[in-house]
């Protein structure tokens, strides 16, 4: 099974899909966490990919698609994956369709999560992630138990350089602009579910996974009497 979370920045999208990859054995392919990794590396990818982050603006789909290209063709990729900050936009949703397609994959499930922009600037304000592991924090909503250490690695915990209040802002503008046609594509051609995720994170969690699993019920159901 291969599954689209959808949503704005601080919507819960990296905290969910590391969860939820854990518990499913799927990969979880974010391209903003592999964007920053690059970043990191300064890789070719990663010097031409760091202005535009900086600045909170979407990388070119050639970058990212290339990506995604290479990442969903590894073994881990073989039972399901969670798509996490990809798609964007509606180019790459349909060039998403079309390398799952050449493996012989497709998209099944699509999961919105719904906010509203004072939650999330709440959230994004706060946030803070292990320099080491990039498990998710919160200085208020999800505490480590020592302060700035990882509680999984005992890594440093850092705020990422686009936290900062005028790229959120930034960040929100493109989402906004970007994601309306990005559902309706959804809605039109897949199973596509909002979700309400102004909720603390592990509500949301148990939604998505009663999904997923009422997801499996059914096609082994369908399988069975095919
Ligand atoms: P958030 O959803 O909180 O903004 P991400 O980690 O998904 O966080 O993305 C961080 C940044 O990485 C984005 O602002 C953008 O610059 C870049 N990025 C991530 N995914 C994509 C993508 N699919 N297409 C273009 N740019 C991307
Ligand atoms: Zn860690």
């Not at 499913?24 to 760091?50: C, P, Q, W, Y």
């Not at 982050?53 to 979407?58: D, E, F, I, W």
């Not at 039972?79 to 050449?102: M, T, V, W, Y």
């Not at 959804?186 to 596509?192: L, V």
Request: charged share 30%.
């Amino acid at each position: 099974m291969n599954l689209i979370i959808l949503g704005a920045p601080g919507s819960g999208k990296g905290t969910q899909s590391v969860k939820l990859s854990k518990e499913l054995s799927f990969a979880h392919i974010s391209t903003g966490d592999m964007l920053r990794e690059a970043v990191k590396n300064e890789t070719d990818l990663g010097k031409k990919a760091r202005e535009y982050m900086q600045k909170g603006q979407l990388v070119p789909d050639e970058l990212v698609i290339g990506l995604i290209d290479q990442r969903i063709k590894q073994k881990d990729a073989e039972r399901g994956i969670i798509f996490d900050g990809f798609p964007r936009n509606i180019n790459q949703a349909k060039s998403l369709d079309k390398i799952l397609n050449e493996n012989n994959k497709s998209v099944d499930t699509v999961i919105n999560l719904e906010t509203t922009e004072d939650v999330v600037i709440q959230r994004l304000c706060g946030r803070r992630v292990c320099k080491k592991c990039g498990a998710i924090f919160h200085i208020k909503n999800m505490p480590a138990k020592i302060e700035g250490v990882c509680d999984h690695c005992q890594g440093e915990l850092y705020q990422r350089a686009d936290d900062k209040e005028e790229t959120i802002k930034k960040r929100l503008d493109v989402y906004t602009k970007e994601n309306a046609a990005l559902m309706k594509f959804y809605q039109e051609n897949k199973k596509f579910i909002s979700l309400d995720a102004n909720h603390d994170a592990d509500i949301v969690y148990k939604e998505i996974l009663d999904l997923v699993n009422d997801y499996n019920k059914n096609t082994s159901r369908a399988a069975t009497s095919a």
